[in-house]
C-alpha cells in the first residue's frame, strides 16, 4: 500500500510539473501525521465542538490563522485572516410542547424525542394557535417539470405538511424529477423557503430515514441548542413563524385520525395531479427564544499568482460544528471530527503544497475555512453575496468536506458529476494515477446541495465537490460502503464523531495530492471553466464572463 501510494504521489508530482523529463520533481508537500495531528487539535474537547460565536471558533479561528502564517501565506482580506459575518443566535426553550388536535384527541409531542422546531425570526417568543394542518405532498413548486403542489391552495395562518426529498426517489422513475438522485427541491432548506413565499404560518417536514438519508438523532442533535441566521434588514420576517419536523410514525397517526391512508397519501404526492389534503388536524406551539447577536468568521489566506495574481483558484471547507449541548448525559461535546475537522486539516495541507511546490501557481490560490456550514451554509452564503475578489474573476472553487480516513480507492467522486467541466480536470487527473471517476453512489441524499461549494455555485461560479471513491484497494467496495453507512448511522452529528489513531489517512493524502494537481493546473491555464449547457447555473455564469 505504501507502494502505491508513492506511486500516486510520485505520478502526480510529474504531471503538475508538467512532464516526466525529471528536469522538475515536485515532491508534494502532503503529510498524513501532520493532517491527523491538526484533526486531533480542531478535535479536541479543548475546542469544545467549534460552534460558531463560540470560545470554540476563537480557538479555532486564531489556530488557522496560525497555521497559514506559519506556512507563509497571506491574509484573505486585505490585511486581516477573517472575514466577519454579523450572526443572530436563537436558542428555543427545550420546555415547550407541541399539540396536535383533532377529533379523536389530542396528541402532545415533547421537543426531541416527538417533535424538533424552531423559529428563523428574530423574535423573544413565538406562537401559533390551532393552526389548520395540510398535507402538501412534497411541497414543491417547480414550472420546469409541471408541477405545483400548492396549486389552488390559501395556506396563510395554516401549517404545511410535507414529504421530504423530492418525487423521483420515491418512484425510481427516471423521468421524473431526476430520478433517484435528488434535486434541490428535494432539500429541507428549499421546503421552508416554499412554504414561506406561499404565505404558511408553519412547515412541518415528515421524517423518514431513507429518504431523509439520516436518522432522527441527527434531525435531534443538528436543531437542537442555538441555531444561526445571518442578520437581516426584517429579522427574517418573511419566513414562516415555526419550522420544523415530525417522526414518520406521528405522521401515520395523524394521518389515521383524519381517516387517511399515510401510505398511499404518499404514493398520490408522487403524481403532478396531486391536490393538497385537509389533515382535520390543528397544530399549537409556543416556543420562548432565547436571542442573541453575535460574530463568525470565515478564514480567509492568498497565495499569489505569479502571472496573473487577479484571478483564483478557491479552496474551501468549513471549519465549524455543532459546539456542545449540556443537555445531554455523558459525552455533550459535538467534536466533528471527520465533519469536518478533517476537511479543515486538508486546507493546512494544501498550504504547505502550494508553497513548498516546485511549481509556482500562476494564478492566485485563496484558502477559505467557513462558519456556519451546519446552520445552513451561512458562512459560504455570506461569501457568496459578499465575494473578496470579483466573482468573475474566481476562476473555480473546490470544497472539500469529511477526508477519507479508510485508506486509498482506486475510484474517486465527483459530487454533481455532470455539471462543469472541472468534472474533466478530475478525469484527466485521475487517469494519470490509474484511478477510475465515478459519480455519486447515493445522488438521492442530495450532498451536492449540502455542503459550502453550492454557495459558489448559485452565484455562477464552477464548483466541484470532490469526495474519496468508494472502491477500497485493501478491502473492496462492498466494505467501504459499510463503513461509511456506519459512520452516518452512529456517528454522523453526534459527540461519537471523535478523532480516532486508528484512521488511516493514506487515501486522504491520495485525494489531497489529486485535489491539489487540479487546482495547480487551473492557475497554470488562461481558459475559465465553465458550467455545463443546460444546469441552472450556466446563464448567471456566461452573463458574469461578458
Known amino acids: 500500500m505504501k507502494r502505491y501510494l508513492f506511486g500516486i504521489i510520485m505520478s502526480l508530482s510529474l504531471a503538475a510539473c508538467g512532464g516526466e523529463d525529471g528536469k522538475k520533481q515536485d515532491v508534494v508537500d502532503i503529510d498524513a501525521s501532520r493532517l491527523k495531528e491538526n484533526i486531533k487539535i480542531l478535535a479536541s474537547d ?7 460565536s463560540s470560545v470554540g471558533e476563537e480557538k479555532t479561528i486564531n489556530f488557522l490563522k496560525k497555521k ?32 396536535i388536535s383533532q377529533e379523536a ?18 423574535v423573544g417568543e413565538v406562537s401559533v394557535k390551532d393552526s389548520d394542518m395540510v398535507f402538501v405532498g412534497y411541497g414543491i413548486v417547480a414550472p420546469e417539470y409541471g408541477w405545483n403542489d400548492y396549486e389552488g ?6 401549517t404545511v405538511v410535507i414529504l421530504v426529498n423530492d418525487p423521483g426517489y420515491a418512484t425510481q422513475d427516471p423521468e421524473l424529477f431526476t430520478g433517484n438522485a435528488m434535486t434541490y427541491y428535494g432539500r429541507w432548506t428549499y421546503k421552508y423557503e416554499e412554504a414561506a413565499r406561499q404565505g404558511a404560518e408553519a412547515a412541518i417536514i415528515i ?16 436543531w437542537s441548542g442555538p441555531l444561526f441566521s445571518l442578520e437581516t434588514a426584517d429579522g427574517n420576517m418573511n419566513r414562516v413563524k415555526i419550522e420544523g419536523w415530525i417522526p414518520g410514525a406521528t405522521a401515520e397517526k395523524v394521518f389515521a385520525a383524519a381517516g387517511l391512508d399515510y401510505a398511499a397519501e404518499k404514493v398520490a404526492a408522487t403524481k403532478a395531479e396531486f391536490k393538497p389534503v385537509p389533515l382535520k388536524a390543528k397544530m399549537s406551539l409556543d416556543m420562548k427564544n432565547k ?3 453575535s460574530k463568525s468568521h470565515n478564514v480567509v489566506a492568498v497565495l499569489p499568482g505569479t502571472e496573473r495574481p487577479d484571478e483564483y483558484i478557491i479552496h474551501m471547507a468549513h471549519w465549524d460544528h455543532l459546539g456542545k449541548d449540556e443537555s445531554l448525559e455523558g459525552d455533550q461535546i459535538y467534536n466533528g471530527a471527520l ?3 478533517s476537511g479543515t486539516a486538508g486546507l493546512i495541507e494544501l498550504a504547505h503544497a502550494y508553497k513548498n511546490g516546485a511549481v509556482k501557481p500562476k494564478r492566485s490560490i485563496m484558502l477559505m475555512a467557513v462558519t456556519a456550514e451546519e446552520q445552513g451554509l451561512l458562512g459560504s452564503q455570506y461569501y457568496g453575496q459578499r465575494p473578496l475578489v470579483p466573482l468573475d474573476k474566481t476562476v473555480a472553487a473546490i470544497n472539500m468536506d469529511v477526508l477519507n480516513y479508510l485508506g486509498p480507492t482506486r475510484d474517486v467522486t465527483v459530487v454533481g458529476y455532470g455539471n462543469s467541466d472541472l468534472d474533466d480536470y478530475v478525469v484527466a487527473a485521475a487517469e494519470k494515477v490509474g484511478r477510475v471517476v465515478r459519480p455519486d453512489p447515493t445522488p438521492e441524499r442530495g450532498y451536492y446541495y449540502r455542503s459550502d461549494h453550492f454557495s459558489l455555485g448559485k452565484v455562477g461560479v464552477p464548483a466541484l465537490y470532490l469526495d474519496s471513491g468508494v472502491d477500497s ?14 459512520y452516518t448511522a452512529k456517528n454522523y452529528h453526534k459527540p461519537s464523531d471523535e478523532y480516532s489513531e486508528d484512521w488511516d489517512m493514506s487515501g486522504a493524502v491520495a485525494d489531497l495530492t489529486l485535489i491539489y494537481e487540479i487546482g495547480l493546473r487551473l492557475a497554470g491555464e488562461k481558459t475559465f471553466p465553465n458550467w455545463r449547457e443546460g444546469t441552472e447555473f450556466r446563464a448567471m455564469r456566461d452573463a458574469m464572463m461578458k
Open 68 to 99: 497559514f502564517e506559519e506556512a507563509g501565506w497571506k491574509p484573505g482580506n486585505g490585511d486581516s485572516y477573517f472575514q466577519e459575518l454579523d450572526m443572530v443566535e436563537i436558542t428555543a426553550s427545550p420546555d415547550a410542547v407541541m399539540t
Open 207 to 222: 421524517h423518514e430515514t431513507a429518504p431523509a438519508a439520516y436518522p432522527w438523532e441527527v434531525v435531534q442533535g443538528s
Open 473 to 486: 484497494i485493501a478491502h473492496g467496495e462492498e466494505w467501504f460502503l459499510k463503513q461509511a453507512e456506519e
Open 339 to 341: 465533519d469536518n475537522a
Open 46 to 52: 479543548e475546542f469544545e465542538g467549534r460552534a460558531p
Open 105 to 122: 384527541g389530542d396528541q402532545t409531542l415533547e421537543y426531541g424525542p416527538g417533535y424538533m422546531a424552531w423559529t428563523k425570526r428574530v
Open 291 to 293: 436571542v442573541r447577536h
Open 153 to 158: 391552495l390559501d395556506v396563510k395562518g395554516k
